[in-house]
C-alpha cells in the first residue's frame, strides 16, 4: 500500500513542524508550505491525497484557496482555524471544505480528522454501496436500507424529518455537518435558513436515542456550526 500525502499549508512554523512529526509517525508522506501561493503550486504539481489548511495566511485568503481548490478537485481539506472563529469555520465549510480543526489541538483529534475525511473521499469514489451498509456506534445501529434505527435491542421510532437528519449525519458520520448543509439536505434548495427547526428536530432526536440529551454520546454539537455524528465503528473493523 502506497503511503496517503498530507499537505500542511501553515505559516507558523512550531505547529507546522507538530503536525509533521505527528503525521510521519502514522506513516504519512508529508508535504509543507508556507503561503497559499506556494500550497496551491503542491496541490497542482504533486496532488496530495488531504489538505490541512491554516486560514490565516500572510499572502492569501483561506477561502479563497478553497474556491480555488474546489474549482478543480474535491481532494479533502481540513481547515485549521482559532478556537473563537466560528462563522470562519462556518464559511470555510460551506465553501467546501471537509472539516475543521481548532487550535490548539492534541494529536488524536488531528488524526481522527483526517481519518474520517480520507475514509470519506475513498469511500465516494470506491464503494457505491457503501449507503447499504448499516452504521453502528456503541448501542445504535442504523440499518439504511430498512430505515430501521435501534438502541440496545430497543426500536426507536423517528419521524421521517428525524429519520432523515440522522441518515444524512450516519452517512457523514465522523465529519462536522453545518447546519445550512443538514437544512438543505433535509428539506431541500429552498430551505428556511432558519436553524431553528433543526434544533427542535435534534431536540426531539436526542430524547430518543440518548441516555442523556444532555451529555449525547451520538450526534454532538460543534457550536455555533453543525453537528458531528460518532465515527461508524465498523469502518475501523
Ligand atoms: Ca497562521
Known amino acids: 500500500m502506497s503511503k496517503c500525502s498530507v499537505l500542511i499549508i501553515e505559516d507558523e512554523k512550531k505547529i507546522q513542524v507538530f503536525m509533521g512529526k505527528v503525521l510521519k509517525r502514522q506513516e504519512y508522506r508529508v508535504l ?3 503561503t497559499g501561493a506556494q500550497g496551491l503550486d503542491i496541490i497542482r504539481s504533486q496532488c496530495p491525497d ?12 483561506g477561502d479563497d484557496i478553497i474556491k480555488e481548490v474546489r474549482s478543480w478537485t474535491s481532494t479533502p481539506i481540513i481547515v485549521i482555524s482559532a478556537r473563537t472563529a466560528e462563522r ?32 470519506h473521499s475513498n469511500r465516494l469514489r470506491t464503494d457505491e454501496n457503501y449507503y447499504l451498509r448499516p452504521y453502528r456506534h456503541g448501542d445504535m445501529t442504523l440499518d439504511f436500507s430498512r ?18 437528519i440522522v441518515a444524512y449525519l450516519a ?28 434544533r427542535v428536530n435534534m431536540a426531539n432526536i436526542r430524547r430518543k436515542i440518548e441516555s442523556d440529551p444532555a451529555q449525547p454520546k451520538y450526534i454532538f454539537t460543534e457550536v455555533g456550526v453543525g453537528y458531528r455524528m460518532a465515527e461508524d465503528e465498523t469502518e475501523n473493523a
Not at 488531504?50 to 485568503?61: E, K, Q, R, S
Not at 487550535?103 to 475525511?117: H, N, Q, V, W, Y
Not at 452517512?171 to 432558519?194: C, E, F, H, M, R
Open 50 to 61: 488531504i489538505i490541512l489548511l491554516d486560514l490565516g495566511l500572510p499572502d492569501m485568503n
Open 147 to 164: 430505515r430501521l434505527l435501534t438502541v440496545g435491542t430497543t426500536e426507536v421510532h423517528l419521524t421521517p424529518i428525524e429519520y432523515k
Open 88 to 119: 470562519e469555520k462556518v464559511i470555510a465549510l460551506d465553501l467546501g471544505a471537509d472539516d475543521y480543526i481548532t487550535k490548539p489541538f492534541g494529536t488524536s483529534e488531528l488524526l481522527a480528522r483526517i481519518r474520517a475525511s480520507l475514509r
Open 32 to 34: 509543507y508550505a508556507d
Open 171 to 198: 452517512q457523514n458520520s465522523g465529519k462536522v455537518i453545518t447546519y445550512s448543509a443538514l437544512l438543505s439536505s433535509v428539506w431541500g434548495p429552498y430551505a428556511d435558513g432558519d436553524n431553528k427547526i433543526l
